[in-house]
């Protein structure tokens, strides 16, 4: 099969999934609650919450509702924000571009700092560089982001200054922010490359790189980093969709940044449901393409997989 | 165990290596000595879990650390001194002094780089060669393990190929390295029977062009009558007999390579299938004195408690025997 036939072939799987995951969306907006009672104050009159009824379309039949709102999906049209009062789209616009820069940053620095830190604690497992690495990776993961967070404001913007506390405008106010997100995947990344490096080196094809008097840096590089890079890339990207599917929110928060999962939990806090499902369905995509992408970069890098 | 007149290209010498497990410590080779002339071909043969592999790792210090480490001996390969130089320089020692031959041809290549590359890595560190010139010696290595087509199997990765190829591949990397000594481990053992005989054919073929000299192998008696000059018998981590091959079927020392041949002999004569009674020992908890005792029948109580030691059974250098009581024709 060829590469552009498996990618159109995926690009059809994902407009499936996306299909799914709108009904999904629908149905669990009518199972949540009738949205009138949400918007309308408690002493609304009949006549009031007729005609929102009848603005909002839930008068119409179940099926009819359902076409309706995959038709409007399908155009972009996710309808108007009651928080914000404008069109979701536009809102989401204005906040998703630049959390997903940020969690691309993010995503860059872990895999710079996990694949090395990875590869010296596998070079010699036990050793002591083993341990701090696998300390330092667990804490990565343990520690709450945005005490990281916190901590990196205080040193860096506080103490030091170098860098702003909050806010967003230059590409200085997206340094801390990712720094603190990007722990978490550091630490998950670097277990993986630790554990998959380890299987590289002693596995046969190492003996005989080494028979042949191949150095153990050629052998890190030229054979074992390769046949590392499918499960750490499933890793990376796994980490992305987590990030951008809420899990930075407090760190934007925290820095007062303007972005996506900022975004989210104050749709929750507003019980703004349209704009919730327009958040639910661009992660959704988001999630999709992702994994989409890392199956086409494994091709690259294991000659097995082909499409 | 000084073979006479010649020097020989490499001599290992009361090699011993062991595994420190939980349980204990497994000494999974154990005082071997033997040597290797300039082009003679040397059968190290044994049933699995005699040492034989380890013999072969230690030599070429891939012993991993933990669990495994050599305890003790020293390996000569050509005036060097195997075990005392630093680790950067083994890099010589391994390809160029001595190139192994793995017996899982199946995954001893590396799944993510074609053949051709990895056969051009081997020239390359080995043969001092770069860009073109390596490259199309890396196709010419193809040719001579008869791969035909091989400017086109360059590019073939080794999911490509059937576990035949990837073994004459395997015998291609090996050579690239332009090898002093050859070590071949059970390279047939993983392939069925046709293409057993037609990997042994190449790699007979292959000693007469370039006049290698080999450490072979293997558990298979078949493939020793038909490779080996001589023969080295290992039992429970120990060498326990070195002879010369024909002396294997004429004159065999050491009881249990008598027991070996009688079960042999027994089937191509058409007699009783003679056995080996009980099982080969537990590493973790081996019989004290002479391994092979509690299954020997001519054991004496001396056997129990001593471990024998090396007998120059001819008094010329060439039939070695470990045994209280070694088994001579005329007796």
């Known amino acids: 099969m060829g590469m552009g036939k498996y990618i159109a072939q995926r690009l059809l799987f994902t407009l499936f999934v996306v299909l799914g995951i ?6 669990i907006t009518h199972i949540v609650g009738n949205p009138v009672d949400i918007m309308l104050p408690l002493q609304a009159t009949d006549v009031e919450r007729e005609a929102l009824t ?72 036990g050793s002591i560089l083993d341990r701090v690495v696998t300390i330092f990776s667990t804490a990565g993961i343990c520690f709450p982001p945005f005490w990281i967070g916190l ?20 590409w200085k106010h997206l340094v801390l922010p990712a720094v603190s997100i990007s722990f978490r995947p550091m630490g998950h990344l670097a277990q993986i490359v630790r554990f998959e490096m380890i299987q590289q080196l002693n596995a046969l094809y190492a003996v005989t790189a080494r028979a042949k008097g191949v150095t153990e840096m050629t052998l890190l590089f030229k054979h074992a980093l390769k046949n590392i890079m499918t499960a750490s890339l499933t890793m990376i990207g796994n980490d992305y969709c987590k990030q951008l599917g809420g899990l930075s929110a407090a760190v934007e928060v925290v820095f007062g940044f303007a972005g996506f999962g900022h975004l989210i939990s104050e749709t929750i806090e507003n019980m703004d449901f349209p704009l919730l499902q327009a958040e639910v369905f661009f992660v959704a995509i988001i999630v999709c393409l992702i994994n989409l992408l890392t199956d086409i970069l494994y091709a690259a890098f294991d000659p097995r997989i082909r499409y | 165990m000084e073979e006479t007149k010649q020097k020989p290209i490499l001599s290992v010498k009361n090699l011993g290596t062991s595994f420190f497990l939980r349980e204990g410590e497994v000494k999974a080779v154990d005082d071997v000595s033997f040597s290797l002339n300039k082009g003679e071909c040397l059968a190290l043969v044994g049933e699995s ?52 031959i793995l017996q899982e041809p199946m995954s001893s290549l590396n799944p993510s780089q074609t053949i051709g590359r990895q056969i051009q890595e ?159 020992p537990n590493l973790l908890h081996l019989p004290s004195g002479c391994h092979f005792h509690p299954r020997c029948q001519y054991c004496q109580d001396i056997c129990k408690t001593q471990v024998p030691a090396y007998t120059d059974l ?18």
């Open chain 1, 22 to 27: 709108s009904i999904l969306i629908f149905f």
């Open chain 1, 54 to 125: 009848k603005a909002l379309g839930l008068d119409k039949p179940m099926m009819e509702q359902l076409w309706i709102f995959l038709r409007d999906f399908s155009r972009g049209d996710f309808g108007i924000s009651w928080w914000q009062n404008r069109p979701c789209m536009e809102v989401i616009m204005d906040r998703l571009p630049i959390s997903m820069w940020l969690i691309l940053l993010a995503s860059m620095i872990s895999v710079v700092c996990a694949i090395p830190l990875g590869i010296l604690a596998a070079y010699r497992p």
């Open chain 1, 151 to 170: 901590m990196l404001m205080l040193i860096f913007a506080v103490k030091l200054g170098w860098l702003p506390t909050s806010g967003m405008g230059t």
């Open chain 2, 49 to 100: 879990g005699s040492g034989k592999t380890v013999t072969a790792l230690s030599i070429l210090r891939l012993i991993v650390w933990p669990p495994g480490k050599i305890v003790s001996g020293e390996v000569n390969l050509d005036g060097v001194d195997v075990f005392s130089l630093p680790m950067k320089e083994m890099r010589n020692v391994r390809g160029k002094g001595i190139a192994m």
């Open chain 2, 122 to 280: 081997a020239v390359e560190i080995n043969q001092g060669l770069k860009g073109e010139a390596a490259k199309k010696a890396a196709i010419d290595m193809l040719g001579v393990v008869r791969i035909p087509s091989p400017e086109k199997r360059y590019y073939n990765y080794p999911h490509e190929l059937s576990g035949g190829m990837k073994q004459r591949i395997m015998i291609a990397i090996a050579l690239a390295c332009r090898p002093k000594v050859l070590i071949a481990d059970e390279p047939t053992c993983s392939l069925d029977v046709t293409i057993q005989a037609q990997i042994l054919r190449l790699m007979q073929q292959l000693r007469k062009e370039i006049e290698t000299t080999i450490l072979f192998i293997t558990s298979d008696l078949g493939i020793v009558a038909e490779m080996a000059d001589r023969v080295a018998m290992m039992y429970a981590g120990q060498l326990i007999e070195i002879l010369d091959v024909y002396k294997l079927w004429d004159a065999p020392a050491h009881p249990y390579t008598k027991g070996i041949m009688g079960s042999i002999m027994a089937m191509k004569e058409g007699g009783r299938l003679s056995i080996i009674e009980g099982d080969p």
């Open chain 2, 314 to 331: 001819d008094g010329d250098g060439k039939h070695w025997v470990r045994c209280h009581f070694p088994l001579r024709k005329d007796k």
